[in-house]
């Protein structure tokens, strides 16, 4: 009996280990406005080890945003990169440009669009991408996050002015990550059913 109790909080403490977090979850009801933002890290605190990729330091993030622009409301599921380079030789992220692919562990890939201002610098690079390309209809955007809470993402592809940088991600951040897009989902379907 006393095994058994081990293993079963062996294993809850596992999960909760791996357990994600919100880092931004705001609804704006006057003006429709929704953010959500899963946290970049495990802890209190941002650590190596928090890293998704196998090499480099890769800080991932998913998330969901919606506004009215006019009568029409705009939705966008997105991630949100915080790449530690070093290297200044590898030039910069264009802003607005489809210039991050992941591909899936099915060998399928997903273009994505950069959405947010450029912040690169001899050190980092940090932006957010749109889980479809410029100009796509959100139903692309839905299903590729869709596929993303059950498919997990093998390697990822920065394409740079001067070059593309790969970063492979490792099984247990595959897991991490799809968590991710479940934690966004989740927190919208119990918005919506209140």
Known sequence: MKLRQIIFLLLLSSVTATAQTLAVNTNDTKTGSRVILTKSYKGKKAEVEDSVANRGLVFFSAGYQSHHVGNNDIKTYFIDLNIY???NTIGCIR???????????????IECFQISDTDCNQEEYKAAFALSKKNSHFEENEKNFKKLQTVGISKIKLITTETTQEYKIGSKSRNYMKANFELVSKTLNSDSSK
Do not use: G, K, M
């Open 85 to 87: 380079h070093h290297n």
């Open 95 to 109: 802003q607005s440009a489809n210039n991050l692919i992941l591909v899936l562990e099915d060998n399928s890939e």
